[in-house]
């Protein structure tokens, strides 16, 4: 099990928190400053007390009494995080990200899921720039325009946390960030049990990209329209799996078993609604009645992003790197509160390993860490009126 390389305490302290914290990240994410007033566990402080307040680094700078300005912390960030080394900045995050997870979690093929993440952009974008890494989408949250994220989750009961992100381009072909996700979970040393990827990953080269791995897979497809659509195939009302064969002008056709799965939903009269859902099974011979339900558990991915967006730090920088770095860190946040629960609140006795997450939840990792740091920089207790 990955640990901090000093000697770990008796008990789970807010100090240790913060100490564990701040070495994952100077270990694996080379950000570095050597000023007579700011150093480079300075920023990383810096970082980890806006993430934790969910709030910006201007909001914290002028709120703690020692810390260096927000103009110096930016100015470390914005010289060593350029848009060129994006991708030498998600090599090292993976790292940070895949140092957390335990050995155990290794000594069998586990349940993953794949995911798109999208942060909305309110700012302009050039499509022509080289350096552009907003995405276009559908309108949400008042905008079409995202800084999009593709994430590996593992799926497994107390050890749910990220293995990898890959930071998406506009136009990245989706085999490629499957190909990419793929690559770095097999990194981890973990085997693929079963794969989990939803409607945003249906294509027919992801499907030539899966069946070229021979991973189990369960993808779910959108019910399109059309003379050879999957709709046309939703008969009867009972659940059934079938043989298909997907057509692409660019990547020509892929033929798979289909699960047309009769379910039902529950609507605010209370009452049931039936509806057909659509799975693309790779190497899967599961019953139709039971693939619905192994396709529910990867929703605990869906968690992890409400998670991360309560420890992430918001900013208004047109910086790309930035705003990356930004969402990985939240993530590297929550991979390390699970690896500590491992550490200190492991549960003896005979049985599968077991933990207390009750005694470590998100809210007491962000109460610890902001104890740790107010102690450390102290806080802004008085003002008074500018002179003249």
Known sequence: MSRPTWRSPDKLTDEYTLDCITEVLMKHVPISADGYCCKTTDVWHTLINAAV???????????????????????????????EAISELEHQCNLALQAQVPDFVCDKPRELAFDLHDEPYYGRSDPDDPHNWVCRGQA???????YRCATAYVILRQVRMTLAIVFIRPGMPMEMIVERLIQLVYQTGIGIHRLYLDKGFFSVATIHCLQRHAIPAILAAPLTTGKRGLRALCKGRGSYRTSHTFRNPTHGAATADVVLAYTYD?????RRQARWCAFVCLNNDDRPQQIAGFYRRRFGIESSYRLMERVRIRTTSRNPALRFLFMALALVLLNVRIILQWTFLRISGPGPRRVAPQLFRLDRMILFLSHALIRLYGVVTAVEAPMN
């Open 266 to 270: 529950h609507v605010r009269s209370k």
């Open 53 to 83: 307040h969910k709030t910006t680094i201007e909001t914290v700078c002028q709120n703690v009494e020692k810390t260096p300005s927000s103009n110096t912390i930016r100015g470390y960030l914005q010289a060593q995080l350029q848009p």
């Open 140 to 146: 949400r949250k008042g905008t079409t325009r995202f």
